[in-house]
């Protein structure tokens, strides 16, 4: 018990945190919300994976990757594939000229199922290749970077620049990804309704759950020795080094799972929001996660849901009314956190919530005991 | 390359090769800003292209004034252009160095973030100012036009003046940084900024100007990339990635292998787009210096500054 305590919620901080976020997610929102509103929710919380997945890999880890995008891209899209590829039955496509391919690939006069297509007919290939495939690919990256020293700025530059290829890619094989619409109009799994408002609230609370269950294993992480690691390698990398230990190793494992942790989430994103396009592949889409995880607190695992949720509520709301005025703001958000408050939501709680403890006397006794056991580590002007 | 003869092959490469000189000089010069801003200074400047923009904006808006009340000046109003679009830019530069880059020297992963705030604000203030559609300049008579050396060959003469735009401005820099007293304090910073500080280099005012030359020189490559294409509010960011890969690719802190780099991005993409789709040369172009950078981290010319 006290292991799953220490652990997996760290310790009382943690478990209060972890607690209020349950709470909000599960119950609050679910009763508070209607259908349509609870499954923009989902959609902002499918995004919370990969800004969860940079808090640990940029947050704790120092190497800030601009390629999340491509691992949401390829769960979204290995999703979308095997959806599609059900929604596109011989009877479904009887007006197309090849019947039983998807009917994009018919627009652009294709006549069979391409080859890496065909494994997708099985859903147990499409959760696998859901979660190994992104793995696979960032361990490709990661060896061919960390094994030679490549980090920092080197290392976003060239994770943005694969992203880019990746999208440029998709849009100009129309044939054989969709093109720019992306993959659309899924509607069943194994037969199943997908669009129903049932459906969508099901969706909804495998997301939560998911992300929960993501957030304990992060945790997990970095409470363990690997997480002391991490931490040393980002403050001191050579004295790691000099310690005897594969400095590179480390750094492609912690990729590869926030990979797998952001592919989770953009195969979430196809079911819930029924479609996988480029537009939450490339350079844009994986900036605005990192600033995610930064409004949330770069070092907290729960902030960064929190980030995901705000920005993404702010931008329902301002691009409704105020188009214009969103992007100067989301600007100046960059720019703010950046600048004035560099460990985000969490850091802002941190420094302040002292104060409100105080206030709320009767919980003070509660609180104050443990307060520096779960705190993460002030960010020092690092990487 | 079957159904080609050996002459007209002869005249698609010279012709692509002089559509990709076009691309070069854009590159080279947006490159030349950013190797120097990013090189030199190892900021992550994701705002480049909107200084870039902000030169395109100028020329565009001198042209306008130009042609509503000094039509006669017309034929000279560019030279005029690519001089201002310097200027705007570079002041833009040094205030966004006075505002925000200075406080985060110490953090070169966080200038990314916030130069990219930076981008989306002018990107959102260009889109206020110019609107949403994309403008160009009128452009004075002996720019347009082109030059035939035979009948297969067609090249246009808009693109020999930013070629030799641009190896005045590459001139221009060299001098300046290797030959000038100017240039010393900035390798001197680069190399130790405390020992600088201490021979009596005022290395905050290095970096303000440095900046400010860089984005400059973005400016210049906005105002000649006027005469190539259309400005619209996201231009800037077409380029910026191409850009980053053009300083990576070349090596840091090596100007020369800027120059090589934008040279050899600029070509093969120009080339192959003519045997494959425009994207797939852009994936091959970009995947393969991704490769190379995978055997070869430190770019074709390593730096010999310490990380």
Known sequence: MSFMYEKLLGGKNGTVGFVLLATLILVVFPLALDGFRLNLVAKYLTYAFPAISLVLLWGYGGTLSLGQGIFFGLGGYGMAMFLKLEASSPENTAIQSTPGIPDFMDWNQLTALPWFWEPFNSFTFTLLA??????????????????????????????????????????????????????????????????????????????????????????????????????????????????????????????????????IGGAMFTLSVGFMSPSFVGIVPSIEMVIFAAVGGRLSLIGAVYGCLLINFGKTAFSESFPELWLFLMGGLFIAVVMFFPNGLAGLWEDHSHHIKKRLGFITSLFSKNDTAAVAPKLEGSN | MGGYTSSELMAIFAMQGFAGISLFSVLLLMALGL??????????????????????????????????????????????????????????????????????????????????????????????????????????????????????????????????????ITGGVFYLMFKSSWGLKVRATTQNRVMSGAVGINTKKVDRLTFALGCGIAGVAGAAFTTIASTGPTTGTLYIVDTFMVVVFGGAASLLGTIASAFSIAQAQSILEFFISGSMAKVFTLLTLVVILMFKPEGLFASKVRR
């Open chain 2, 35 to 168: 190797a120097i801003i990013f090189g030199q200074m190892g900021v992550i400047n994701m705002a480049h292209g909107e200084f870039m923009a902000a030169g395109a904006y100028t020329t565009y808006l001198l042209s306008t004034v130009t042609e509503t009340y000094f039509p006669g000046f017309m034929p000279y109003y560019f030279l005029v252009a690519i001089v201002a679009a310097f200027f705007v830019a570079a002041a833009l530069g040094y205030l966004a160095e006075w505002a925000l880059i200075r406080h985060l020297y110490k953090r070169p992963l966080d200038t990314l973030l916030a130069t990219w705030g930076l981008s989306l604000i002018m990107q959102q203030a260009y889109r206020s100012i110019f609107g949403a559609r994309e403008v160009s300049p009128a452009l004075p008579d002996w720019l347009m036009g082109s030059y035939q050396p035979t009948d297969m060959i067609d090249i246009p003469l808009n693109g020999m003046f930013v070629l030799a735009l641009t190896l005045l």
């Open chain 1, 130 to 263: 859901i979660l190994i495939i992104p793995s696979v690919f960032a361990y490709l990256i990661g060896v061919a970077m960390f094994k030679r020293r490549v980090g920092g700025v080197y290392f976003a530059i060239i994770t943005q620049v694969v992203s880019l290829i990746l999208t440029v890619l998709i849009v100009g094989q129309q044939g054989y990804t969709g093109g720019i619409n992306g993959i659309t109009d899924l509607r069943t799994l194994h037969g199943w309704d997908i669009t129903s408002d049932f459906a969508k609230n099901l969706f909804y609370f495998i997301t939560c759950f998911l992300l929960l269950a993501v957030i304990l294993m992060s945790r997990f992480i970095l409470t363990s020795k690997f997480g002391r690691l991490l931490l040393a390698m980002r403050d001191k990398e050579d004295r790691v080094r000099f310690s005897g230990y594969d400095v590179a190793n480390f750094k492609i494992f912690i990729f590869c799972f926030s990979a797998m942790i952001s592919a």
